[in-house]
């Protein structure tokens, strides 16, 4: 089994870097070590996470740089100066930038609560509701420069039920989405993706369960 570095990126209160973590640390998890959690904002949920597993956090805090392009570039050499295999992208709500995109090409992994290209954007479920959609769902898949435009790793759909709110729904995607990533990074840990422009194969497709 091969070793496999990866660095957790986070904004927010840190629930899928958490199942990362549950399923990574401790006994008989070592094919997986997660070398740092990075956020943008040192008041994120995430790095207490973080914290109460031992493992090391960084914060590249936007506003203290001149513009964004500075803030990509400390990121960057940031998360490169951890020499990761992957980067996750677990919530971060921040576009990566070319420098970064560049530095990590094609091992960047990002979640997106939509099938998409359905419903991109930082609304996926609003949107997909909105829309009278009957099922939805989660796209893994690779970063690239555009708003979720990257190639598809897996997708998995949840359905859509009577009298659902957009947080019962984005609660059952998240739900999904916490196993999948962990799925995947497990996955990574044998195997390699074979990507061929927007194609991604050798990964085997999410088992669909109805929640």
């Known amino acids: 089994m091969a070793f ?4 957790l990126l986070a904004s927010g209160s840190g629930t899928l870097t958490q199942a990362v973590i549950d399923a990574f640390t401790g006994p008989g998890s070592a094919d997986v070590e997660i ?3 990075g956020s943008d904002s040192p008041t994120a949920g995430v790095l207490a996470r973080a914290e109460s597993a031992d493992i090391p956090t960084f914060v590249v805090r936007p506003r203290d ?24 992208s677990a919530g971060f709500m921040r576009i990566l ?3 970064f995109i560049a530095a990590f090409d094609q091992r960047i992994i990002n979640t997106h609560p939509a099938l998409l290209p359905a419903f991109p954007g ?13 099922v939805t769902g989660g796209t893994i898949h690779l970063v690239d ?3 979720d435009t990257g190639p598809i790793i897996t997708q998995f759909t949840v359905p859509v039920l009577d009298g659902d709110t957009e947080d019962s729904v984005h609660e059952r995607i998240k739900t999904r989405e916490r196993e999948e990533v962990v799925r995947l ?8 993706l074979t990507i061929d422009g ?8 999410a088992a669909d369960v109805v929640v």
Do not use: M
Request: glycine share 8%; net charge negative.
């Open 4 to 7: 496999v570095r990866i660095v």
């Open 35 to 37: 070398v740092a959690i």
């Open 65 to 88: 740089f001149s513009d964004r392009d500075a803030w990509n570039v400390r990121l960057r050499d940031t998360v490169a100066d951890l020499d990761p295999d992957w980067v996750v």
């Open 97 to 99: 930038g070319a420098d």
């Open 122 to 134: 930082a609304h996926g479920v609003r949107d997909a509701l909105a829309h009278g959609v009957k």
């Open 145 to 147: 420069s555009g708003v």
């Open 185 to 192: 990074l497990r996955f990574l840990t044998t195997h390699d």
């Open 198 to 205: 927007r194609h991604v194969s050798g990964y085997p497709a």
